[in-house]
């Protein structure tokens, strides 16, 4: 794919806006002069990720991820970093020029994830026009849409389509355009054996499953004929890029609203979303037709804590869906839920009503959790002792998922209501289980195994004999370097102020100090090469880096870890930064030259060692090393 021009990437860097752009992905809040929200990278109840507009980053201090709007779509999307680019400049409406399609053999060479990713896109735009532009999508496809009452706003908005009948329509035309044949059988769309391709989705109308992004993972196919021996709905299978229990169907067209209205309601099926979306509800979403994950809970609660789940009157489907949802309760999720009448489920209930009858329903049937699973078990178990028992203790273990006590107090009191029993009974059967939860957890305490040291993946960032010296150099030269360096008793109008990353690397070359850690002696190095052109990078520059590992060292070093309270106003008078940088970019450019001293005597014990080794060059050598590492001690004695 041709590389995207300077140019384009510098305007990409210059109009984006960080929060704009992770807001798309996670409820942001405002936290001072920052944004924060629960982490996208994992799962966690106290929020730790922040985003700071200002210096355009982003830090996840619960997973250790970091960067900029680039970066963050790469760490969450899986995209490339051209990917990455180009999504940023489709939402910011920059023009890029037109690359020429990969090759089989640049496809083959590349990423297979890449590859599948290309071929499901191809895949997606192939149904849709098949759909759209032929005798046979129209005459099938287009009429079993608009016979359920779907237009083609909605029939466009969600890129619906049609799987010829013929049983290798799409690998035929896969193979025919030299798309990679291995890419189109990792993906699931087209399969072969002895007797050659054949396609999955064949005679099925498409609902491609899109990512938080945008991106096609997979897709979701209705037969439309009367056959008793294929499924009514088949899925992807699990490939490089689409994980079932990671998705959630209409989330990429959802998130906005789920955000704005801080709700998202939960259905099971396809056509269900699609009816809630052209009526008028549009912070619906489906677990496509599978069980509720973890994970797929995780992706909805970074854009909302509150969860509404809709079901049709299938008493079984009721009962299933209870573990579900007690997995919400552990995650700190407010669950309500809302049935439909008998008969009746979300996708008819919502094409027979307006948009302000169904808004009116949905508020005035929903139910908290407890309440709803009480009363629904009630109904069961009404003369049977031992199952009223039972279903007490069912109820009870619901509650005690809930992760806060004052819930847990609310919730019992509302089940022992509903129940018609005394509450202590609730609080007694509360008590044991939070007994054995808490035996449990000492148990798989006792029994884990030791923790082992583990060596770290990243060659760059092994920790050796005087990294911290070397990330703080970094780290001032990153997000102190285009300040003037000036010893507090001199006036900038009165001398030629030089830039701290000037001043630094003239100390460092001058005694030829080299970085150990591979990613500092690559950020120096380039930063030396600046310099030589006479420019002094500043932090806009360092976080447009192309480089994760560039970009990771950036913004640890523009993160403020630590806020000052506001001690002006208790008239209490800090120095000012002006007055303490010279000192701190003294000492700490001291130490890396003490650091580099010690380099040089351990070098020499190591050389004494040998079998041919000249101890009178040995003495000379150490006398000059000896002599340098006490002078450098005397002068961070009247540092410090």
């Known amino acids: ?159 619906l389509g049609y799987s010829p009948e013929a049983s290798t329509a799409f690998a035929d035309y896969a193979i025919a355009n030299q798309y990679s044949e291995k890419a189109l059988q990792e993906s699931g769309i087209s399969m072969k054996n002895e007797r050659g391709w054949y396609d999955r989705f064949r005679g099925r109308v498409m609902f491609p499953i899109q990512s938080v992004s945008g991106r096609v993972l997979g897709f979701g196919g209705r037969i439309l004929s009367n056959s008793a021996k294929a499924a009514k709905y088949l899925n992807s299978p699990e490939n490089p890029i689409y994980h079932k229990s990671k998705v959630l169907y209409g989330l990429y ?68 869906s209870f573990r579900g949802l007690d997995m919400m309760l552990e995650q700190g999720v407010n669950v309500r839920v809302v049935s439909f009448p008998e008969g009746e489920d979300p996708d008819s209930f919502a094409k027979q009503r307006t948009n302000e009858e169904l808004e009116a329903f949905l508020k005035s049937s929903k139910k908290d959790f407890i309440s709803f699973k009480t009363s629904v078990l009630k109904d069961d178990v009404a003369g049977d002792p031992l199952k009223f028992a039972e279903m007490v203790r069912d109820v009870v273990s619901s509650i005690s998922k809930v992760p806060d006590q004052i819930g847990r107090e609310v919730f019992i009191k509302e089940a022992a209501f509903i129940l018609e029993i005394d509450p202590t009974a609730l609080y007694e059967e509360l008590g044991r289980l939070q007994g054995i939860q808490q035996r449990q957890q000492k148990k798989r305490q006792s029994v884990a195994p030791p923790m082992e040291v583990v060596q770290s993946n990243d060659a760059g960032m092994v920790k050796i004999h005087g990294f911290e010296q070397e990330e703080r150099i970094i780290h001032l030269l990153v997000a102190k370097g285009t300040e003037a360096m000036l010893d507090t008793d001199l006036d900038e109008e009165e001398v030629i102020p030089v830039s701290i990353a000037t001043w630094i690397v003239d100390e460092i070359e001058e005694d030829q100090i080299e970085f150990a850690t591979p990613i500092f002696s690559k950020m120096y190095n380039i930063l030396a090469d600046e310099l030589e052109k006479e420019h002094v990078p500043d932090t806009d520059w360092w976080i447009r880096q192309e480089d994760p590992e560039i970009i990771k060292v950036v913004t640890e070093a523009l993160t403020e870890k630590y806020t000052l309270a506001n001690w002006k106003s208790k008239e209490i008078y800090l120095p000012d930064e002006k007055n303490t940088i010279f000192p701190l970019v003294n000492e700490t450019t001291l130490r890396m030259k003490y650091v580099h ?32 590492r006490q002078h450098i001690n005397e002068k961070l004695n009247r540092v410090v």
């Open 1 to 159: 794919m041709a590389r995207i021009p300077k140019e384009i990437i510098e305007q990409i860097f210059t109009t984006t806006r960080i929060e704009e752009v992770i807001g798309e992905f996670v409820q942001l809040k405002k936290s001072g002069s920052n944004l924060k929200g629960l982490s996208p990278f994992n799962n966690e109840k106290t929020p730790s990720f922040m985003v700071s507009p200002a210096k355009g980053i982003f830090k996840c201090f619960s997973s250790g991820k970091g960067g900029n709007a680039v970066t963050f779509l790469m760490e969450l999307e899986q995209m490339s970093y051209p990917e990455a680019l180009r999504w940023l400049a489709k939402k910011y409406n920059i023009e890029i020029p037109e690359a020429r399609p990969q090759t089989a053999e640049e496809i083959e060479a590349g990423n297979m994830r890449e590859a599948v990713y290309l071929i499901t896109d191809v895949a997606a735009k192939f149904y849709k026009e098949q759909m759209l532009e032929t005798d046979e999508g129209k005459a099938i496809g287009v009429s079993y849409f608009k016979e359920r009452g779907f237009n083609d706003e909605t029939i466009n908005k969600f890129h």
């Open 253 to 320: 067209q959802a998130r906005q609203e789920i955000m704005k209205r801080d709700e998202a309601f939960l259905v099971e099926g396809y056509t269900d979303v699609l009816s809630f979306y052209q009526n008028g509800v549009r912070n619906v979403v489906s677990s496509s037709g599978t069980a509720l994950t973890g994970g797929q809970i995780g992706m909805l609660k970074r854009y909302t804590t509150n969860i509404t789940l809709l079901f049709d009157g299938d008493a079984a489907g009721l009962r299933a």
């Open 597 to 628: 001293v010690e380099r040089k005597l351990n070098a020499l014990k190591d050389y004494l060692s040998m079998e041919n080794a000249d101890y009178n060059y040995y003495m000379v050598q150490f006398q000059k090393w000896n002599n340098a």
